[in-house]
């Protein structure tokens, strides 16, 4: 049997166990109460006739029949009792309905009435059958002596009938209050089968442990929000990618998280491959909007860490720039030497010297041939390849002259990632803006381990509208599609080392801007 329809069976079974206990309660009370009344209201009538004059003097004088019977006959018509009995103080009846009874000996005990009590009795047998019966006795007019005794009794069938018309009511009402209970139970088994979309409990914890399973066993980030953009549903690798606890409820206005998350959980439309910047790492976002019954319950998300893939593609761009640059280097001194070659074979001796002078005059002084400035290779090496990569666009890339760098860094990677994206902007930067020639300059200064980074460009400089968010993911001056990731990696980078990067001068003067970064902890202490 169904895990609803049991219930459904149980919820019918407790309300009518209920209903039938308090029709059963209620008959008890009723029967009783009725008793009770009918007695109550023959002790009425019997003290009323005790009251009475002539029935005082009668039973005082012990005279039978004649006037005490006409008055109990009367009285009887009149309040539909089954009798009225009067007798003397010896309990020797003095009237009764039935003429042959009088002269007798009451049936029942009247020992109580007769020692001046009232006495209200349960249902007992005399000569006229079952009755509720009341007892009073009757007084002299000083109250001083008891000169006989008063009984009035009702027909037990009519309590009983009160009862039956009373019970009736009563079960047409637990009737109803048993069908309305039916229904309500069917109502809330219905609910509950609409809720749980017809899933047993063992199917529903079944589904509850590969929930877990999945969520937990997967190597990807999940985060699930409701219709009121509150977490509904996350994994322990959402709150690791994210860099933040991500509690059950917790509204997503109120999680420090990228602005691309919120906007998209926001938007609530499809988002695939999109990448935002957590922490120190870099995450790929996949948002689907969820429906059920063409009806939205949520979003879900998914978050993959591109960081080791991002650091690895930027290693090997500074590779493939640092290759391409050695390349060129190799066929422009080939070139030379080829034609220094030829000048010697053919005897022009003075020309051969004449062109050595010019080769040497003629060269600029590259960042990556200041040895004694910058003594770590991996600066040198990535000064070169931006070197070169700026002399391919035309431009020119100038070392500072207060730079000196004497030792060699900790953390090659994050120097590479904040100086790399500086440089890559300042590059672009000037290459769009108006000033000819294009220059950017680099400088970087040794503070007891700590490696200060300025980078400067001839480009137009850093829009108003731009310079209080030009950290954050997405926010770019590039017009092609993929970027806004760069300035906010090298302040993560940075930040995550105890430094910073900043916008030192937007560049509205003669200069375009001038990007400035603290790296602590950067270089060794000796030199």
């Known amino acids: 049997m169904r895990f609803s329809r049991q219930v459904l069976l149980l919820q019918i079974g407790v309300v009518a166990l209920v209903v039938g206990l308090g029709v059963a309660l209620v008959s008890v009370l009723l029967r009783t109460f009725l008793n009770e009344q009918y007695g109550q209201r023959a002790l009425a009538i019997a003290k009323s006739v005790a009251a009475d004059p002539v029935v005082v003097a009668k039973a ?22 089954l009798f009225v009995v009067i007798t003397d103080d010896q309990g020797i009846r003095l009237a009764h309905p039935t003429a042959s009874e009088i002269g007798k000996r009451v049936s029942t005990s009247a020992e109580r009435a007769l020692a001046g009590f009232d006495e209200i009795s349960a249902v007992e047998s005399g ?30 069938a009519k309590p009983i009938s009160a009862f039956y018309g009373l019970l ?29 979309h017809g899933l047993e409990p063992h199917e529903l914890t079944e589904l509850l442990y590969e929930r877990e399973a999945v969520l937990h066993g997967i190597g990807e980030g999940v985060l699930a929000v409701d219709q009121n953009n509150r977490v509904s549903v996350r994994n322990d690798e959402a ?28 938007e609530g439309r499809p988002v695939d491959n999109l990448l935002a910047v957590a922490g120190n790492r870099v995450l790929v976002i996949n ?63 003075t020309e051969a010297v004449e062109y050595l002078q010019t080769l040497t005059d003629s060269s600029s002084a590259r960042p990556s041939e200041l040895g004694d400035a910058v003594a770590d290779p991996y600066l040198q090496a990535l000064l ?62 040794a503070e007891s381990g700590t490696l200060h980074v300025s980078v400067v460009d001839s480009g137009p400089g850093v829009p108003a509208d731009l310079r209080r ?17 760069g300035l906010a990696l090298a302040r993560q980078a940075a930040r995550a080392r105890g430094g910073d990067v900043w916008l030192a001068d937007p560049g509205e003067g003669e200069t375009g801007a001038l990007f400035v970064a603290k790296l602590p902890g950067m270089l060794t202490e000796d030199g």
Do not use: C
């Open 60 to 81: 005082d004088a012990k005279v039978p029949g004649g006037a005490l019977e006409d008055r109990a006959l009367a009285v009887t018509a009149t309040t539909g009792a």
């Open 127 to 156: 000569t006229l059958g079952l009755s509720v019966r009341s007892k009073t006795p009757i007084w002299t007019p000083d109250h001083r002596r008891v000169v006989g005794e008063v009984s009035v009794g009702f027909d037990v």
């Open 168 to 196: 009736t009511i009563t079960l047409l009402f637990a009737g109803g209050a048993l069908l309305l209970g039916a229904g309500a139970s069917a109502l809330l088994n219905r609910r509950l089968r609409r809720v749980t």
């Open 239 to 266: 709150e690791r990618l994210l860099g933040t606890e991500l509690p059950i409820g917790a509204a997503m206005s109120e999680l420090r998280l990228s602005p691309r998350l919120h906007k998209a959980v926001a």
């Open 287 to 349: 948002s689907r909007a969820v429906r059920l019954d063409d009806r939205p319950i949520g979003t879900v998300l998914t978050f993959r860490d591109r960081t080791d893939l991002d650091t690895l593609t930027r290693e090997l761009d500074g590779i493939r720039a640092l290759s391409d640059g050695l390349r060129a280097q190799r066929h422009e001194f080939a070139n030379r030497l080829h034609t220094l070659y030829g000048l010697l074979q053919l005897g022009h001796h």
């Open 384 to 445: 070169v390849a931006k070197t070169e990569q700026a002399q391919e666009k035309g431009l020119a890339l100038k070392l500072a002259e207060d730079t000196w760098v004497p030792t060699t860094v900790t953390d090659p990677i994050a120097a590479n990632t904040v100086i790399g994206n500086l440089v890559d902007n300042a590059l672009h930067a000037a290459r769009m803006g108006p000033r000819r020639p294009a220059t950017v300059e680099i400088g970087l200064l």
């Open 469 to 485: 968010r030009l950290f954050d993911e997405g926010v770019s001056t590039k017009i092609a599609p993929g970027h806004g990731l």
